[in-house]
């Protein structure tokens, strides 16, 4: 005997019915129902947009935090085709110049040989375990390319001597217009080692190596990656509500920066929306994303002021504490649902930030009706977050702090929590160590088919369909129990190993 409607439609709950009985769900909570499969998961288009004007070939976004988002990542997960926001717990004229660079070049990585000018004088220490560095008017990027310094010249001269005395003239260098795989054939058909990447202005941008070539050939094929009208990477940052962020927006608008993130912990604020009447009115040609908010009310407000993309979560992160110190928040699969709801109705895209652990994690962000989700502690420790890898209890980690954390307010990102310098600061994140990711070159690619064969199981091939089947509530769900979850995961064994990919 063939099921009734009646037992299909009492088959699981749809989203609606799930997120109306006044409980608060995370992702962990909250089960997908399997649909039909009739496409193949390479067929799953994850295209999307950060906001209304920035689109991207994936759904994902680099949180604002001075551990994971400065020019190394805009660059990559530009080339990757998402996008970085670059954080602001730093001077305007630092972030400027740090979207300035991501900006300028078109490579997915940046290079660490070493720069000098004429008039540095390196130990051989200085060289950082390279053959050469390279020597600008300045002694960084983004200068006139003066010519090349070779390790055992320096070393040959005893004592450290200026690299005027020995350097050797400029090698030959490739346009910073090339992207990777003109800038490999570059050095194919030039038989080189390596060259700088020149502005037409005579500025070197970066350094491409045969190394550079053989390490990113050896990961996933780059996808589309993320550029603007300009035909340069795409690259978002953040500023605060106070009023000397007026002039640190103009500084990043400046820098030719593309999309700007308010960033708040708590975005329905008198003080942001002065500040999206400001920016809206000053530079009507950025998208403003306001945030962050975690119900429908807080939405509204924003979306009436003229954001042009939602940032939802609230206290969901991993290193941050707001839930626990101010009681205030909502469990995050609920917040997304319930602000994508009512943003996707307004033509506003949802970013779903925290609560990002796996790529089933992303799955259920995105079913729930967010256009993308953004990864902190996901992309600490790559190879491109900034910091240094040290080693703590036999593991290679990287520094990961939450931007409520007193570490972090002390440089500066009180402002994120409407604090004032002059007050007593509570903590709302802690600071804490992220094992060594290996690059986001290749694991997100990795990543992002999971979330493919996610989308494949349940029956959606491309975001705009998953979240048909939202609204039309075909996509079922549960909830799990504490015992459920546990049978989900891996359990009954002695011991195993855990490889992704």
């Not at 063939?2 to 608060?24: E, N, T, Y």
């Not at 995050?332 to 994690?361: C, L």
């Not at 990287?398 to 903590?427: F, I, P, Q, W």
């Not at 088919?449 to 075909?474: I, N």
């Amino acid at each position: 005997m063939a099921p009734s409607s009646a037992d299909i439609a009492d088959d699981g709950f749809s989203a609606k019915r799930l997120f109306s009985q006044g409980v608060s769900y995370t992702y962990d909570d909250v089960i997908l129902h399997p649909g039909l499969i009739d496409f193949p998961a390479d067929a799953v288009d994850l295209s999307t947009r950060f906001s209304r004007r920035v689109s991207l070939s994936i759904p994902c976004v680099a949180s604002p935090m001075d551990t994971v988002s400065e020019s190394a990542m805009a660059a990559a997960m530009a080339s990757l085709g998402g996008v970085a926001v670059v954080h602001c717990n730093t001077e305007p004229h630092i972030q400027a110049s740090i979207v300035r660079a991501a900006k300028s070049r078109r490579l997915p990585f940046v290079s660490s040989v070493p720069f000098f000018s004429p008039a540095s004088a390196p130990s051989p220490n200085d060289f950082a375990g390279y053959d050469y560095a390279i020597v600008t008017e300045r002694g960084d990027s983004l200068s006139k390319l003066v010519g090349v310094a070779v390790a055992a010249d320096a070393a040959s001269s005893g004592s450290p001597a200026p690299v005027s005395e020995y350097m050797r003239p400029a090698p030959r260098s490739a346009s910073a217009s090339f992207d990777f795989e003109q800038a490999a054939a570059f050095l194919a058909d030039e038989g080189l080692d390596y060259a700088p990447l020149v502005s037409e202005e005579g500025e070197v941008i970066d350094l491409i190596t045969n190394k550079d070539v053989e390490r990113i050939r050896s990961y996933p094929k780059l996808g589309k990656p993320t550029l603007g009208a300009d035909g340069k990477f795409v690259v978002a940052a953040s500023i605060g509500t106070r009023e000397d962020d007026k002039q640190r927006l103009e500084q990043l608008v400046q820098a030719g920066v593309n999309a700007i993130v308010i960033d708040s912990s708590q975005g329905n604020s008198m003080y942001q929306l002065d500040m999206i009447k400001y920016a809206k009115k000053m530079y009507p040609e950025v998208d403003l994303i306001g945030g962050n908010v975690v119900t429908i009310a807080q939405a509204q407000n924003l979306v009436t002021a003229g954001v042009d993309g939602l940032r939802v979560g609230m206290g969901s992160g991993s290193i941050c504490t707001t839930q626990e110190v101010c009681a205030v928040g909502r469990g995050q699969a609920t917040a997304v649902y319930k602000v994508a709801s009512y943003a996707n109705d307004q033509n506003v895209p949802v970013i779903a930030d925290g609560g990002i652990s796996y790529s089933g994690h992303i799955v259920k962000a995105l079913a729930l009706g967010a256009s993308t989700v953004m990864m902190g502690s996901f992309l600490a420790g790559s190879h491109e977050a900034p910091g240094a890898y040290e080693y703590k209890d036999g593991h290679r980690v990287k520094k990961y702090r939450g931007m409520g954390s007193l570490e972090a307010m002390t440089k500066g990102s009180d402002a994120r929590y409407l604090g004032d310098t002059l007050k007593l600061k509570v903590a709302q994140g802690v600071v804490g160590a992220v094992a060594d990711k290996g690059s986001v070159l290749r694991f997100i690619p990795y990543t992002m088919q999971a979330v493919k064969q996610g989308f494949q199981d349940f029956g959606a091939s491309s975001l705009q369909s998953a979240h048909d089947l939202l609204r039309s509530e075909t996509l079922r769900l549960e909830v799990r129990t504490g015992a459920a979850q546990v049978e989900g995961g891996i359990h009954g064994l002695v011991s195993y190993e855990k490889k992704s990919f």
